[in-house]
């Protein structure tokens, strides 16, 4: 269609009253034909001919405004419901006609529209609440990597206002290694607010159709430090121990055989007591030097080698060189991971070791076995004993505490790191409704 033509087209409204003047014509033509036959003067035929005529006039423009009206009145509510304004309601909502059923509609369009708004407003305010209130920092990036919003935690480590930062690039804020990668990194960070390591997490969202992109830098540095000093206040705690129960009997002795010399005329067993006296000194010099050994071996432990285990293998060959009690193994097949075999060893060694130790205190046996974990990925090795259980304490895997007269408590510190150099765990439980305890370690295949 031309352009001319489309301007000379019939609005909606215009084509009806056409339609409503031609209904009423038929009518018109035939009062007329009527009126010429019927032989009526002049002055009749003038009179009822423009009431016809107006009758017909009223009725078609009657019949356009029913039409039009209604439409308008819909036009306008659904105009307020895209400006967001649900306060207009239609009137003519009663009734099962069609148009009583479409206001109707509108109405029930409006009152949904309505309550769906408030949730958004309120999920909104919530999140910029939540938002606010967090301690991670979030910054929000359009498509040019300009910043278009963040909290406070964000405005505290660039130590300025929103104000100042909205509109900046990623690289002015000195945040464009940060939105490098999708996937959690940590990374040495330095803000005019701080300086630390930051676990940075960025992801990629749609906000009216276009791309932006998400950045939450969490501060770890507060959290490692108390860690590490939690750390090292158990460590120095348990050294400490050690250490008292070593220097105060070397101690206490030393006075006493220094204090025995001084003596004029010197017993004459003064060397039986100076034996005994040096006796206890080297017996406790050389246990705190195992203690510092085993400090130095929990230290050293290397970075793990890996090559193919057969884990059944394993276990039956660990199992078999614990000769103070049989261990029952439960075959599950053949499992091959990559993992440094020798470490693997010491672990197992240790927890068969501490199994039989409980075992032989109460009577009973030791089992193990192993068995694949498909849906996690990981191989699972057991150890159950019919020991009297793990005591109630927290401190199983701190290092060189042990509730074994000789223990030197980093059997299972040990075991834990090599575990996890690993990518695995290695977890310990009492049997629920059963005495001894349970051994659990988890490898990936």
Same mark, same amino acid.
Request: no cysteine; charged share 25%.
């Given at each position: 269609?031309?352009?001319g033509?489309?301007?000379?087209?019939?609005?909606?409204?215009?084509?009806?009253?056409?339609?409503?003047?031609?209904?009423?014509?038929?009518?018109?033509?035939?009062?007329?034909?009527l009126?010429?036959?019927? &032989?009526?003067?002049a002055?009749?035929?003038?009179?009822?001919?423009?009431?016809? &005529?107006?009758?017909?006039?009223?009725?078609a423009?009657?019949?356009?405004?029913?039409?039009?009206?209604?439409?308008?009145?819909?036009?306008?509510?659904?105009?307020?419901l895209?400006?967001?304004?649900?306060? %207009?309601r239609?009137?003519?909502?009663?009734?099962?006609?069609?148009?009583?059923?479409?206001?109707?509609?509108?109405?029930?369009?409006?009152?949904?529209?309505?309550?769906?708004?408030?949730?958004?407003?309120?999920?909104?305010?919530?999140?910029?609440?939540v938002?606010?209130e967090?301690?991670?920092?979030?910054?929000?990036?359009?498509?040019?990597?300009?910043?278009?919003?963040?909290?406070?935690a964000?405005?505290?480590?660039?130590?300025?206002?929103?104000?100042?930062l909205?509109g900046?690039?990623?690289?002015?804020?000195?945040l464009?290694?940060?939105?490098?990668?999708?996937?959690?990194?940590?990374?040495?960070?330095?803000?005019? &607010?701080?300086?630390?390591?930051?676990?940075?997490?960025h992801?990629?969202?749609?906000?009216?159709?276009?791309?932006?992109?998400?950045?939450?830098?969490?501060?770890?540095?507060?959290?490692?430090?108390?860690?590490?000093?939690?750390?090292w206040?158990?460590?120095?705690?348990?050294i400490?121990?050690?250490?008292?129960?070593?220097?105060?009997?070397?101690?206490?002795?030393?006075?006493?055989?220094?204090?025995?010399?001084?003596?004029?005329?010197?017993?004459?067993?003064?060397?039986d007591?100076?034996?005994?006296?040096?006796?206890?000194?080297?017996?406790?010099?050389?246990?705190?030097?195992?203690?510092m050994?085993?400090?130095?071996?929990l230290?050293?432990?290397?970075?793990?080698?890996?090559?193919?285990?057969?884990?059944?293998?394993l276990?039956?060959?660990?199992?078999?060189?614990e000769?103070?009690?049989?261990?029952?193994?439960?075959?599950?097949g053949?499992?091959?991971?990559?993992?440094?075999?020798?470490q693997?060893?010491?672990?197992?060694?240790?927890?068969?070791?501490?199994a039989?130790?409980?075992?032989?205190?109460?009577?009973?046996?030791?089992?193990?076995?192993?068995?694949?974990?498909?849906?996690?990925?990981?191989?699972?090795?057991?150890?159950d004993?019919?020991?009297?259980?793990?005591p109630?304490?927290?401190?199983? %895997?701190?290092?060189? %505490?042990t509730?074994?007269?000789?223990g030197?408590?980093?059997?299972l510190v040990?075991?834990?790191?090599?575990?996890e150099?690993?990518?695995?765990?290695?977890?310990?439980?009492?049997?629920?409704?059963a005495?001894?305890c349970?051994?659990?370690?988890?490898?990936?295949?």
């Open positions: 269609m031309s352009p033509r489309r301007r000379r087209a019939l609005t909606h409204d215009q084509r009806t009253l056409l339609l409503a003047l031609g209904a009423g014509a038929p009518a018109l033509i035939a009062t007329g034909i009126l010429a036959v019927g &032989g009526y003067s002055r009749v035929e003038w009179t009822v001919g423009i009431l016809v &005529g107006l009758a017909w006039l009223g009725f423009f009657a019949t356009q405004s029913q039409v039009i009206h209604p439409l308008r009145t819909l036009s306008n509510l659904l105009a307020a895209r400006e967001e304004d649900y306060s %207009f239609a009137r003519r909502t009663r009734g099962d006609d069609a148009l009583s059923q479409a206001m109707s509609e509108v109405n029930a369009l409006a009152d949904t529209l309505r309550e769906q708004r408030l949730g958004a407003l309120e999920a909104t305010a919530l999140l910029r609440k938002a606010e967090i301690e991670v920092a979030v910054f929000t990036f359009d498509g040019d990597r300009k910043l278009r919003l963040l909290n406070r964000a405005e505290r480590i660039l130590a300025r206002p929103s104000e100042q909205l900046r690039t990623a690289d002015e804020l000195g464009a290694v940060a939105l490098g990668e999708s996937g959690p990194r940590v990374l040495e960070l330095v803000f005019p &607010g701080g300086l630390g390591r930051y676990e940075a997490r992801s990629v969202f749609r906000q009216g159709g276009r791309p932006h992109q998400l950045l939450v830098l969490a501060d770890l540095s507060r959290a490692l430090r108390d860690e590490e000093r939690q750390a206040q158990r460590l120095i705690r348990v400490g121990h050690e250490l008292n129960n070593s220097l105060a009997p070397i101690k206490s002795i030393a006075g006493s055989l220094e204090a025995l010399l001084s003596r004029e005329p010197r017993p004459a067993d003064v060397d007591d100076m034996r005994r006296g040096l006796s206890v000194i080297g017996a406790r010099a050389e246990s705190l030097s195992r203690f050994e085993a400090y130095a071996r230290a050293r432990l290397p970075a793990p080698k890996l090559a193919p285990v057969d884990i059944g293998a276990v039956k060959r660990v199992a078999g060189l000769t103070r009690l049989p261990i029952r193994i439960e075959t599950a053949v499992v091959t991971i990559q993992a440094d075999g020798d693997l060893e010491q672990l197992l060694i240790n927890l068969f070791r501490n039989v130790d409980a075992t032989l205190e109460t009577g009973g046996g030791v089992r193990t076995g192993w068995k694949r974990l498909p849906a996690a990925g990981q191989v699972e090795v057991w150890i004993d019919d020991g009297p259980g793990l109630a304490s927290m401190n199983l %895997f701190v290092p060189f %505490f509730t074994k007269p000789q030197s408590g980093i059997g040990l075991a834990r790191q090599i575990a150099a690993h990518g695995g765990a290695l977890a310990l439980g009492n049997h629920e409704g005495r001894g349970r051994a659990i370690l988890r490898l990936p295949l």
